[in-house]
């Protein structure tokens, strides 16, 4: 692209005033059009993007658009060429795009939300007037102008309605905004874009966007499994008629659409009168997003990632932006962050001076990264750098094998995006945190990975040293929370600490200071669960993964959560995207070695142990664990003795599998142990009962199968979610048919519907 500077003359008529952004496939100033006297808006063609699909798509948009003359849609003036350069002059809008509104402000009120949608609408039924369908509606196309006004803009892949029916060239438009029929590639018409203003209107009432998965692929198939979640289950106060709009607009069938843009303006219209004009209750009370501390400087992070250097054959070049734009994309949906879209350093590709790109585009830091391709193994070395100083503040080195394109946009750039996320928060807090502080803090981030709470180097006591240093430090106060709720899971008070109270205070702490961080939610989540309150857990694990969507270890939980509810596969998929984000979270062999002990799949069992001993050694408790419940299962006797030989001295929380395992060795030993640990279960959380109460079932049913339906009984009736469990442990076989087993299950069922 021709460099550009404020105040240079483009094509011998415009003066360029200041780069707006990007929009669309182009790069957008406000310029003087020395010919007219007028201020316009200038988008300029990305070099990158030069090829004739390209330039015909830019034409189309020119050709489309200047049919429609409607007060709620951007009147496009003029397509031109200047050197290498096309272009493309339109009407200046003062204002922001919808998604920059929804990023700052949230929710809005019903009545915005309606009346944006109205007008937006109303757009659309100008634009389809003309036989055009815009096909790529989305919160960056629509602008909301100053005087309040909402205008409508990029038909860059909007097609004449003929045309549209007749392609089936795949999906063309922004995955997450797409119509079912667009995702399948099938013929398109106007009820596409309204059930794109139908994903618009639930993600301004409620704050985010149905069907969220964790890549913008993933959302966009999410919509052809299933129908849209009701927005009350988010914002209980949108009213019941906008809610049943909404309803209409996101259904799979296009019949049932609503068919005309302007009726739809006119249903809009009368919910508009009587909406709450007030802004919306959101779910649970949550702290601004948290701001980013570089010397003395505090404001919202913004960060440039620049297009990544390349090493490699010349035929697989397009990878390193790919991932760039992917890490873009990815990041830009994690709160707190402004991201600058990857059109803005394109320029500095080969100048890649930090403080030059932060004095240039405003931003507090800066994403460099390599990408390094030699035969089937990739290399990906990115770091973290402050735009003012130029010090870098964090990098990673992330070494793989190639399967294909895919793999580089999707899974690494995840992966990277995660570990960034870690990074910029830790680093945030430089400068304001001491050094040791956030090396107490990163220690302690090793041992809860090592599953390592309690004790004088577990999480908590390190956490409590990098807190005593900085008592604001917010990484530090969410860990903490996270540490001392995974602590209380063992009953009674240990160590000279009553756990459910430091637990319950520390998340009090964190949720009040920390709010704006995911770990906190996270947090709040393992203790709904071990309140037995699975639909308050589920709420925070949803807002865990709508402030970080690449967070490991909340899709580690919720696939835990999952697999227990028996929805299997949809676990099993969190638990491995979770090690794709995060190869190191070892306990997600753990649950997916449980999945396919399950399953009968004791192969696969087997290996993901192996993978959990390799991570955190034979001797680890979780490790033993696994173990021990998988050869109780399948009545593995040698293994059992060799369990039993390990844990002949256990003491604390190993105390608990040593007695498991003599147990399951003496059926008459079994019995006495399931009543030791039914009265243990009343001392517990919840959740710890009904573990508990599991244990003495397995203990009890082949000697007293009396004693292990009360077991079972008591686990239903209180908080158990475990429907795996009842419905294919194999050692439950003997009481398979009893009435017991039959109650619990119909019980436990209704409790895995989750919320």
């Not at 102008?145 to 990029?154: M, P």
């Not at 909340?554 to 696939?559: I, N, V």
């Amino acid at each position: 692209m021709i460099a550009l500077e404020p105040g240079a003359l483009f094509a011998d008529r415009y003066r360029l005033i200041r780069h707006l952004g990007r929009g669309g496939m182009g790069a957008v100033w406000e310029v003087d059009d020395e010919q007219v006297g007028e201020r316009v808006a200038l988008k300029l063609l990305l070099v990158d993007d030069v090829s004739p699909d390209g330039i015909d798509r830019f034409r189309r948009e020119v050709r489309l658009a200047r049919k429609v003359a409607h007060p709620n849609v951007v009147r496009l003036h003029d397509l031109g060429r200047h050197e290498r350069q096309w272009f493309l002059s339109m009407e200046l809008v003062v204002g922001r795009d919808l998604r920059a509104v929804l990023r700052d402000e949230g929710p809005l009120a019903p009545a915005t939300a309606i009346r944006i949608a109205r007008e937006v609408a109303l757009a659309l039924g100008a634009v389809h007037a003309q036989g055009v369908v815009h096909r790529d509606l989305k919160p960056a196309n629509v602008i909301v102008a100053s005087d309040e006004r909402v205008l409508l803009t990029d038909f860059g892949v909007a097609r004449l309605a003929a045309d549209a029916v007749r392609s089936r060239s795949g999906m063309v438009g922004t995955p997450v905004y797409m119509a079912p029929e667009q995702v399948l590639g099938a013929p398109v018409d106007g009820r596409a874009d309204l059930y794109a203003l139908g994903l618009m209107l639930f993600e301004m009432l409620t704050g985010r966007v149905p069907f969220v998965a964790e890549t913008a692929i993933a959302t966009a198939l999410a919509r052809l499994q299933r129908d849209a979640p009701d927005p009350r289950t988010f914002e209980p106060r949108i009213p019941d008629d906008v809610a049943e709009l909404v309803r209409q607009l996101l259904t799979r069938e296009t019949d049932a659409r609503p068919g005309d843009a302007n009726v739809l303006a006119e249903a809009l219209e009368t919910l508009a009168a009587t909406a709450p004009r007030d802004a919306p209750r959101r779910v649970s009370a949550m702290p601004t997003a948290p701001t980013l501390r570089l010397g003395a400087r505090r404001h919202e992070r913004t960060l440039a990632v620049l297009p990544f250097v390349y090493r490699g054959p010349s035929d697989d070049a397009y990878l390193a932006d790919a991932l760039a734009e992917e890490l873009v994309d990815i990041l830009s949906r994690t709160q707190g962050l402004r991201m600058l879209a990857l059109g803005a350093t394109r320029p500095f590709h080969e100048m890649r001076d930090p403080r030059v790109i932060g004095a240039d585009l405003d931003c507090d830091a800066v994403v460099d990264g390599t990408l390094q391709l030699a035969g089937d193994r990739v290399r990906i070395a990115v770091r973290l750098v402050d735009a003012r100083s130029g010090e870098q503040m964090w990098n990673e080195r992330i070494d793989g094998t190639l399967l294909d394109a895919f793999e580089v946009q999707d899974k690494v750039a995840r992966r990277v995006a995660e570990a960034l996320r870690v990074g910029l928060t830790t680093q945030s807090y430089r400068g304001s945190a001491p050094q040791e502080a956030i090396e107490a803090y990163l220690r302690a981030r090793a041992r809860l990975q090592e599953l390592q709470f309690r004790g004088a180097g577990g999480a908590v006591t390190l956490l409590e040293d990098a807190l005593e240093l900085a008592p604001d430090f917010a990484p530090a106060l969410s860990a903490h929370a996270l540490a001392s709720v995974r602590a209380w899971f063992l009953p009674g008070v240990e160590e000279g600490r009553d756990w459910e109270a430091v637990a319950r205070s520390s998340i009090a702490r964190a949720t009040e200071r920390a709010g704006a961080l995911a770990e906190t939610h996270l947090a709040a989540a393992s203790l709904a669960v071990q309140d037995g309150d699975y639909g308050a857990a589920m709420v925070a694990l949803r807002r865990a993964l709508a402030i970080a969507p690449t967070f490991a270890e909340a899709h580690e939980y919720l696939g835990r959560l999952l697999l227990e509810a028996d929805r299997g596969e949809e676990g099993a998929s969190h638990l491995r995207h979770a090690l794709e984000l995060d190869p190191s979270l070892a306990r997600a062999f753990a649950e997916l070695a449980r999945h396919h002990a399950l399953e009968g799949r004791w192969p696969a069992f087997d290996a993901a142990v192996n993978e959990l001993s390799t991570r955190l050694g034979e001797d680890a408790a979780a490790t033993l664990q696994a173990r021990m419940r998988g050869a109780a299962w399948r009545r593995d006797g040698e293994v059992l003795d060799a369990i039993a030989s390990r844990l002949a001295d256990a003491t604390g929380d190993r105390a608990m599998m040593s007695r498991y395992v003599r147990g399951m060795q003496e059926p008459k030993l079994g019995v006495e142990t399931a009543k030791a640990f039914l009265a243990l279960a009343a001392e517990g959380n919840r959740r710890f009962a009904a573990f508990a109460a599991q244990l003495a079932a397995e203990l009890a049913v082949a000697a007293d199968p009396a004693l292990a339906c009360e077991a079972i009984a008591f686990a239903a009736s209180g908080s158990l979610l475990d429907l795996a469990w009842l419905r294919r442990c194999p050692l439950l076989d003997v009481v398979r048919e009893t009435d017991a087993l039959r109650a619990a299950t119909a019980t436990v069922a209704a409790r895995a519907a989750l919320g």
